[in-house]
Structure formats: C-alpha cells, structure tokens
C-alpha cells in the first residue's frame, strides 16, 4: 500500500491540520498494542464503549506514528503530527477502506447469513487457491470494523477477493456493500429463528440482502422467503434438496461421508463429501456452487470437495507438557492470520520466553522475498525468542535470523525434537493444513483426561462489556476472580481482562493474589479476608487488603511498621447490612482515631457489599444499605479528609440499583455469564462448557439395570453411553437418576442411575451417536442457571465446584 495523504484527505471527509502534508500512508491500524512499522502508519483512533484510541495519541506520537485519524487533537498533541479531523472515525476508516477498494477491479465473492459464513469462506479459499491469488478475511473479520480491515490487505497481486459480511442490526449493511463491493454473492443458511436486532425473519433478510445490492450473481438455497425481497435484475444461480432449481442436490449419508448428487440440465455426478452434519453438507454445497458457476471440471470438483475439512477458526491456548503453553492456530499459514496469531501471543503469553514454529507462508500476493522481509520484521517487532521453520522456503529465507531452527518436514521435527526441548514458554503453533501441525500440537500437549471446561473468552469480554455500558464511563471496574475466577481459571482470565480497562481485581485469600503475581499480572489486587499470618508476604506482593475491624488493622499497622511501608493502600470495609465482615456503626470512631495522622497505610477505598442486591421483595432493604453506607463513609472522608474510590455494587446490584455506582462496582458472576435476573441473564454470552467423550456405548435389555445400587431399571431395551466425568469431578450426585442430562450431537440424553466418582451413564437410545462423539455437561444446555433451579442451589456452587482435575482450556473466536 502507497497513499498520497492528499488523495484520503477528501476521501475520508476529513480536515487536515498537520506538519508533513506530503508523506504517504503505507499501512493502517486500530491497535496502539501491534503497531508496525510506525512511521507509515495511519492510526484510526476509533471511540466505543470500552475503548478510546484518543487515549494513546501522545504515546504513538513517542514511538514515531506520525498520521492519525481523530474526532479531535488530544491536548499536549497540537502541531506534533499529522491529524485527519472527522466527525467519526468508524466511518472514516469504511470510506478509506471504499476508496482503497476501488484502486483494484478483480472479482470479488461477498458471503453472507446467519450461520456458515466463514467455513463458506475458508473452504472456497481452499477449492480456488491453486488458480487464484486469493485476498480473504482473516479469521471471521465480518464486521464493521473486521470488513474495512480486511479489505485494507489487498496488494496489487491479487486477483481474488472472498469476503464475509455480518451484521447485527439494520442499516449496518448498507456500510459493507460499497466496501466490499462483490460481483458474485453467497447467502448461506439464513436460519428461521428471529433474531435478536431485527423486528421480523423478512427484515433480517432484506438487509442481508443489500450486500448484493450491485453484484452480477447470487448463489443460494432455493427458499421463498429470500426470494419474495430479491431484485428482479439481480441475476441467481439456486440449489435446493430433491426440488426444482437450477442445481438439485440429492445425499445418501454413510458413517463418516456423504454421497451427494449433483444434478442439472447439462449433466449428473456425484461427490464425495467427507463429512455427515447437515450444516457441513450445506456449506459444502454452496461452495460447490460457485465452482460450478466458475465452470470447472467435474474431474477437479470432485477430487477438491473430497479434501475439504472441518475449519478450527478460533486460536486455542492448550497446556503443554513441561510447563508450556500452547497457542494451537495448526491450520492456517497465510500472511495475514499471521498477524492475527501474533497479537493474540502478545495477549495470552504466559511467558517471557515465546516461540513460534511456523510453516511455509502462503498466499500473501507477495514475492517470496518481500513476503519474508515482512515475516521477519513482524517476528522481530514481536521480540519471538525462538523461531523454528518448518519447510524449504521459510527455512531457506529466515536461515540468517539468530536462534532460527530450520526443518524440512514436519515429520523431521518430529523425530529429531527432544521431549524436554520446550520449557516454561509459550510456544505458538501455526501451519498451513498440509504441513499437519495438528501432530505436533498433540506431541507438545499435557496429556489428561478427555474432560475439559473450555472457557470463551470472547464471551468474557461481551459480558464486560454490558456491564459497562450500563455505567458511566468513568466508573472504575473491579473484577472478582476469586476461587479461581469462579472456577474459570483466574489466571487466564486476568491476562485477558489486563487489556480491557479493568481497574482492580478481588481475590479472597492472599495465596490466590500471589500466585496471580508470579504469573505476571500487574492490575491491582484486593484480598477480600486477608489472614494475618499472610501480611508480610501480602506487603511483598503488592496485594492491598481489605480492613474490616480495628484489630485487624492494628496487625496490619504493626507490620507495616516492620516493613518500613508507607501510605501502603488499604480498603475499609463497612458492614451496612449483611453481617459478616465489617465495621458497623459504632466502630466508625476507633476506625477514625486509629487512621488519622496515620502515614504507615492509606485509604485507598471505602466499601460495602449488599447482602440481596438480587431480590426484588428487599429493594427497600438495599436501598437502606445503600443509604447507610452513604452517611458512613461521607463521616469517614469528612474527619480524615480523605477522598478515597466508594464502591458497593456487585452483579445484581449493578443491574438493579446502577444509581449506587459511586467510583467503581465489583463485578462477579455476571462476567462468566450467569445474571441473577431474566432479562438480564439474557444480554450474556455463555463462558464455560464442560465438555466430556462417551467412552463406550451399550445395549441394555429390559429388567437389566444400570449403575450402583441398581437405581435404574429398563423397562425396554435402551442403548446407553458411559461418560468419564462423575461427582469427582464436581457434578453433583443429586444431577443423577433422571434428573438432569447432557447433551450429545444437540439432542438431550437422560442420566440413567446413580452418578458415580468418575463416571456416569446416560440414554442415548434415540441419538445417533459413537464412541468418541462429544458431550456436553453443561453450557448452554443445560445451562448452570437449569442445573442449579433442579438442584436447589445457585450458579455460584456449581461453577466453583468443578474440581481442579478437569482441564481449562480458553480460547478466543
Ligand atoms: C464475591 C463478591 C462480589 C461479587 O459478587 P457477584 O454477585 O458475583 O457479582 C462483590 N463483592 C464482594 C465483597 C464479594 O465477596
């Protein structure tokens, strides 16, 4: 990329107040965390809920970014660099990304729906690869701002676009179309549920719709309902199963392939597809359609479409044997998703020490040795330690780099790794698909059991990110991640919040808040019940504590003392209504004479916690806590004149009572997806699914029965499937006999009999099902909030109940 400022200046609406009016833009970004190549850079300081890239200016500025699209200049910035002034940075960030796109005329496949955009997407990449220099979205960049990024990687080689568009609500379509600006479309299955941001199933694809508002063609599944709001002139090319269409499919399912038909006026064949869900059938097939329209043999449509594969679109992050962490991105290698992998490494490395083993690099519609130039300065800016290529042309290109490894195959890393070559480092792992990484992700895994919580920590952030918007933007954040972030795994879950404006995190004993430290989190942290045997270490540590009586601040006094600390910050907790910890009312006086002129610890907050926030009958209750709590801590601030953050809201007390936010909330259960209220429950995104493998499947006669005790007899023959997951693990034996189920391949399968310590049964009489085939515990069916109504308990319990044994396994969409 090469841009003249002048020709973006009108392109973008923008003013321009600068020093260097003649450079040239050679690359853009978003991030302030994963600039490259700084002074060529155009910075987008984009503005939303929980970010404002205005903040970051003055830093930039520092590190050499000269060009900056902003609503206004920060202060202390005037006259220190170029500024495009716009009214909103999105929308400039679209209108260059329209003014890029019409710098190139080469095809252009656009992909929209609800479900199957982006396999639609990697799959088509994969069946047209070997014929065209392909641009894609990386990874499911579909949105306002992932569209206008991904058309910003096109360069002059490429001759091929594939696109994916999404969108939420209506009028967000109308922003895609002219940056896309696609001559074939595809629409893949647009669903019949109503979904959540429009008012009817016919709106929703009425805005899909307008992304092919000027395109040449629309491949898509023959259906009524799209084709009632369909342009007359918009010309299509349909499917549809054993009906008329311009293409009619036909499947016979096998156990592990598909035999699909292909049937059109001009001939009939068939291919293989080498799978059996009927999502992948259907993506499958649309892609196949586009390859029809782009007239290829039938000879090399068939051998393609028996290659297609499932697409792991989400980064992983796995525990490797000797400490390690894995980042598993074992199926894409491209220049592009590169980037993406890197970033998400600076984000979830749990090291100092970071490797990467990549494969050859491909389809950057770069020349060999530019494209490498690139690899090399992207590892370098991200300070890998350790680069070990994996075939002959990154081997032979990266060979000058210091610590560079070089293999031919994968097959000869593998044989000439040592079991011990990797230790306490972060290692990612990203491969084309031929070069079967996946071998050695599986070679560097801990080896445990099958079951595994995995926790989304996309999902963690939406739901940060709905609190938030409920409070104003100055509130600070405090984030619980107590019992091991209510079983979550705090460590992995304050890494992911360090980059979101967290303000502080809560642990409850000191031990949980060291072990954060040694895994290098700097975020402040509260201990909610420090003991006093744990103050001095609690003192090294950096980890303030909560002071709720005066003897307990006389300890902590004393060794501050010891230490020689000072001002060191301390957290005053007020009992205004719960009764458990706290000073109550009359101990405010001893509390004032103990801290004033007192220079050894210093208030940093004042803070009360509501004991039913969550119950509706006790509004009046809380408000008196509230209340209380109000005349407390302004009689605290006002004899020690001090100015101190007040906080009281937890979850429910943010949903309920956001008029008690004072500086900052303490924010639970409701980041790991749980809400104590309906309508609230509902603006979540579930975060934890666990997730276990049927280890074996068997026929149960009539009379038989199943399990301890014999607390279950059939009554007719029954096919049941034993899980490796029992009360050990954390799922209550109460869950058993009949009460509760999994779910398996999205059908619902009855526990049969008692749940025993490491296993339990289930009826999968009616479900298509195998050994191996996966299970789902709970997640979103049935969800914690289920479990805990038929229990008789609440969320809280049963997620921080899942036992330490289970593997966490986070990853990111
Ligand atoms: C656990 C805890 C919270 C968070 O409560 P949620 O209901 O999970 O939001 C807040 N404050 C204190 C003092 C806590 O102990």
Excluded at 346 to 362: C, G, M, P, R, Y
Excluded at 462 to 481: A, C, D, G, Q, W
Aim: proline letters at 3%.
């Amino acid at each position: 990329m090469s841009i003249k400022i002048q020709d973006i200046v009108v392109a973008m609406h923008s003013k321009f107040e600068g020093i260097q009016p003649d450079m040239e833009i050679d690359n853009v970004s978003i991030d302030s965390r994963s600039l490259q190549n700084n002074t060529g850079t155009l910075f987008f300081a984009l503005t939303g809920q929980n970010r404002n890239g205005h903040q970051y200016i003055n830093d930039l500025i520092h590190k050499g970014v000269v060009n900056f699209v902003v609503n206004h200049i920060p202060t202390g910035a005037v006259g220190k660099a170029n500024f495009f002034i716009v009214d909103n940075t999105l929308k400039a960030l679209q209108d260059f990304a329209i003014y890029y796109r019409k710098l190139f005329s080469f095809p252009v496949i656009a992909i929209t729906g609800s479900s199957g955009k982006t396999v639609v997407k990697e799959w088509l990449n994969y069946l047209l690869s070997p014929d065209f220099n392909i641009i894609r979205s990386p990874k499911s960049y579909n949105s306002q701002v992932g569209v206008p990024l991904s058309i910003i990687g096109i360069n002059q080689k490429h001759n091929l676009g594939i696109f994916e568009a999404g969108i939420s609500i209506p009028g967000e379509m109308e922003h895609l179309e002219p940056i896309i600006r696609p001559e074939i479309g595809v629409l893949t299955n647009i669903g019949t549920a109503h979904e959540e941001g429009f008012t009817s199933h016919q709106e929703k694809i009425r805005e899909k719709l307008k992304l092919f508002k000027n395109a040449k063609l629309l491949i898509y599944q023959k259906n009524g309902d799209v084709a009632k709001e369909l342009d007359p002139n918009l010309k299509t090319f349909t499917w549809a199963f054993n009906e008329s269409a311009d293409v009619i499919m036909n499947t016979i399912k096998d156990t592990s392939s598909t035999n699909l038909t292909v049937i059109r006026p001009e001939e009939m064949f068939a291919v293989t597809l080498p799978f059996t869900d009927d999502a992948s059938i259907e993506n499958a097939i649309n892609s196949l359609m586009v390859l029809l329209h782009l007239n290829y043999k039938v000879d090399i449509i068939k051998e393609r479409m028996a290659g297609l594969y499932p697409i792991e679109m989400r980064l992983q992050v796995k525990n490797g044997s000797n400490g390690c962490t894995l980042i598993d991105d074992s199926y894409s290698s491209d220049y592009q998703s590169l980037k993406i992998a890197l970033d998400f490494l600076e984000q979830h490395k749990t090291h100092e020490k970071k490797t990467i083993i990549l494969s050859d690099v491909f389809q950057s519609g770069f020349e060999t040795e530019e494209l490498y130039d690139k690899v090399e300065k992207m590892l370098s800016g991200h300070k890998i330690s350790q680069v070990i290529g994996i075939g002959d042309t990154i081997s032979k290109q990266l060979a000058h780099l210091p610590n560079f490894y070089p293999y031919s195959t994968t097959q000869e890393f593998l044989t000439h790794y040592r079991a011990n070559a990797f230790e306490n480092e972060t290692v990612l792992i990203k491969g084309a698909r031929n070069f079967r990484f996946d071998e050695i992700v599986v070679f560097l895994e801990e080896k445990t059991h099958q079951t595994v919580l995995e926790i989304n920590l996309n999902a963690i952030t939406h739901n940060l990110n709905f609190y938030k918007s409920r409070l104003k933007p100055e509130t600070k954040i405090m984030v619980m991640v107590k019992a091991f972030g209510y079983g979550s795994g705090s460590y992995e879950i304050a890494k992911a919040l360090s980059h979101q404006k967290v303000d502080y995190l809560g642990v409850a004993v000191a031990d949980e808040g060291i072990a954060l430290r040694n895994a290098g989190i700097t975020i402040p942290i509260i201990v909610m019940n420090p003991e006093r045997s744990a103050f001095a270490a609690m003192a090294a540590y950096n980890l303030e504590p909560e002071v709720y009586s005066a003897k307990e601040l006389r300890a902590f006094i004393t060794v501050a003392q010891q230490k020689n600390l000072s001002n060191y910050p301390i957290h005053i907790k007020l009992d205004t209504g719960m009764h458990r910890l706290g000073f109550m009312e009359d101990q405010l006086a001893e509390l004032i004479e103990l801290l004033h002129n007192n220079n050894l610890v210093s208030v940093k907050s004042i803070f009360s916690h509501l004991s039913s926030s969550d119950v509706t009958d006790y509004r009046d209750f809380t408000l008196g806590q509230i209340a209380n709590f109000e005349k407390w801590s302004s009689h605290l601030m006002k004899e020690l004149e001090i100015n101190p953050i007040r906080h009281i809201l937890n979850t429910s007390g943010i949903y309920n009572f956001p008029e008690a936010q004072y500086n900052m909330v303490r924010l639970g259960i409701g980041l790991y997806g749980v809400g104590n209220d309906e309508e609230e429950y509902k603006c979540l995104a579930n975060v934890g699914t666990l997730k276990t493998v049927i280890l074996q499947i068997k026929d149960v006669d009539p009379g038989e029965s199943i399990g301890y005790s014999r607390r279950f007899i059939a009554k007719e023959k029954i096919r049941i499937a034993t899980l490796p997951i029992g009360y050990a693990d954390g799922i209550r034996r109460a869950w058993g006999n009949e009460k509760g189920y999994v779910t398996i391949n999205n059908k619902k399968a009855v526990i049969t009999g008692t749940i025993s310590m490491d296993m339990m049964m289930v009826d999968v009489t009616d479900i298509d099902c195998k050994e191996g085939d996966s299970a789902v515990i709970f997640g979103k069916n049935p969800s914690v909030v289920e479990m805990a109504q038929v229990l008789g308990t609440i969320p809280y319990e049963i997620l921080t109940s899942i036992s330490q044994r289970v593997k966490r396994i986070f990853y990111k969409e």
